[in-house]
């Protein structure tokens, strides 16, 4: 075989090499955006399953609320009950939020709500701390 072609098959070895190598890291760094993206669509739905439950318990508080305003008989247990219940599904929905924002790659800043990249210092919008 011709040396030169023998040279243009290596070189071409070496680029199928390094071509397969990068197809790999492509397809691991696809398959971790993928398994982010369940995990997040996982936690919101869990979100949004709380808040559904909170609104059935704000409907139920209303419901006690109005039937004393009617001059029924209400538990004072049965209402903090439901309102334990609510502070209980905010906590979690707190919860949740933070480990969300915990897997973004971005930050809100607190002070004028701008998203900055989670390496920020300082807000690129106001200046603060972040």
Do not use: P, W
């Amino acid at each position: 075989m011709d040396a030169k072609v023998q040279t243009f098959l290596d070189k071409i070895k070496v680029m199928a090499e390094k071509t397969g190598k990068a197809a790999g890291r492509a397809a691991d760094a696809a398959g971790k955006k993928a398994t982010e993206l369940a995990s997040a669509t996982r936690i919101n739905l869990q979100i949004f399953d709380l808040n559904t439950e909170c609104e059935v318990c704000y409907k139920e508080i209303g419901k006690m609320v109005y039937d004393l305003h009617q001059g029924a008989e209400v538990s004072n247990d049965e209402m903090d009950e439901k309102i334990a219940s609510v502070d209980e599904k905010q906590a979690k929905i707190a919860a949740l939020r933070e480990e969300l924002s915990g897997m973004k790659s971005v930050v809100t800043c607190s002070q004028c709500g701008r998203q900055c990249s989670r390496e920020d210092t300082f807000c690129s919008g106001c200046g603060g701390a972040l």
